[in-house]
């Protein structure tokens, strides 16, 4: 059975820090592609970062240069360090990971239940 759980959302003020944390059961994230996906209030759904098995990052170019994915395979863990956060980051954000290497969402067969971020 695997399962992704999501951590490390919450409220900031707008130029805040997070850390989102997917953490995997049943599952090892390495060598696989892990995605960090967002829904935001108006039903948008994005992706907003990836991480391949080689180590080669995508990210949205709404994102670039505030956002950073990484990767520890020791811990079993995928991360999302957030900086300069906007309103318009606001957003649940979910975990996902695939075998392929994609960007598109329905080649991603495992999620997290996702964790809420809000930027005011």
């Known amino acids: 059975h695997v399962q992704l759980v999501e951590s490390g959302g919450g409220a900031v003020q707008t130029g805040g820090s997070l850390r989102l944390t997917c953490t995997a059961v049943?599952?090892?994230?390495?060598?696989?592609?892990q995605g960090w996906y967002r829904e935001t209030p108006g039903n948008e759904f994005e992706l907003v970062s990836s991480?391949?098995?080689?180590?080669?990052?995508y990210y949205a170019d709404s994102v670039k240069g505030r956002l950073t994915i990484s990767q520890d395979n020791a811990k079993n863990a995928v991360y999302l360090h957030m900086s300069s956060l906007q309103p318009e980051d606001t957003a649940m954000y979910y975990c996902?990971?695939?075998?392929?290497?994609?960007?598109?969402?329905?080649?991603?067969?495992?999620w997290g239940r996702g964790t809420q971020v809000t930027v005011s």
């Open positions: 991480i391949s098995a080689d180590g080669s990052t």
């Open positions: 996902a990971t695939s075998k392929l290497w994609s960007l598109e969402s329905s080649d991603f067969p495992y």
């Open positions: 049943g599952l090892t994230f390495e060598g696989g592609n």
